[in-house]
């Protein structure tokens, strides 16, 4: 799986890109750019924020008519330019970045547009059961974990609910032994994304 950057114009999307937040894989890189007119931050979307420290990096852009979005653009064309087989989301209602997609993706660059309607429709997402092992091989980087591994901790999952983290962290251990409180660790920052994907 390709690494992801995320590219966010905060002026027009605001906070919306928090939902990227459990969604985004242990590689990945969301980017905020923000200018003065960038619009604030509620203590609700804070609150979410703050479960992710260091899950994002912020570049102050100079303010003018669509100044963020051509420092942006130009800061992509430095991206592509370092590691061209990321592949990079603009996060942006404004179609103007359409162009600049259509520009880099005949050019066989992975770029694409996310609206924030269509990150906002991420909160729903529900996943198959390969989409949370494939998950849990993301989130599981230190250690040598087998498929029978894998298959262990997502039944402990199935069998725990995101209010019972205290059991699932017991059952690791139980199972596990001593290497169990690290599977826990591990997870616990994406236990939330990792529940919502779990088929019902």
Known sequence: MARKVYLVDTENVGTAWKELLPQRGVKDMIILFYTENSPGISYVDLNVIREY????????CYPGKN???????SYLGYLIKTAPKTEYVIISNDTGY?????FWRDREIEVCRRSKAELTAL???????????????????EGNYT???????????RNYGIKQLQELY?????EFGALGMDIYRQLKPQIKN??????K
Not at 53 to 60: A, C, E, K, V
Not at 123 to 141: A, P, R
Not at 148 to 156: G, H, M, Q
Not at 170 to 174: D, G, M, N, P, V
């Open 194 to 199: 990792i529940y919502k994907k779990i088929p």
């Open 170 to 174: 017991f059952a690791f251990q139980k």
């Open 98 to 102: 359409d162009a600049a997609v259509k």
């Open 123 to 141: 909160k729903d997402t529900q996943g198959s059961d390969e989409d949370v092992k494939s998950l849990l091989k993301q989130l599981l980087t």
């Open 67 to 73: 100044g963020l979005d051509f420092q942006m653009i």
């Open 53 to 60: 420290p260091s899950s994002f990096d912020m570049i102050l």
């Open 147 to 157: 498929e029978e591994d894998l298959d262990k901790i997502y039944e402990l999952l």
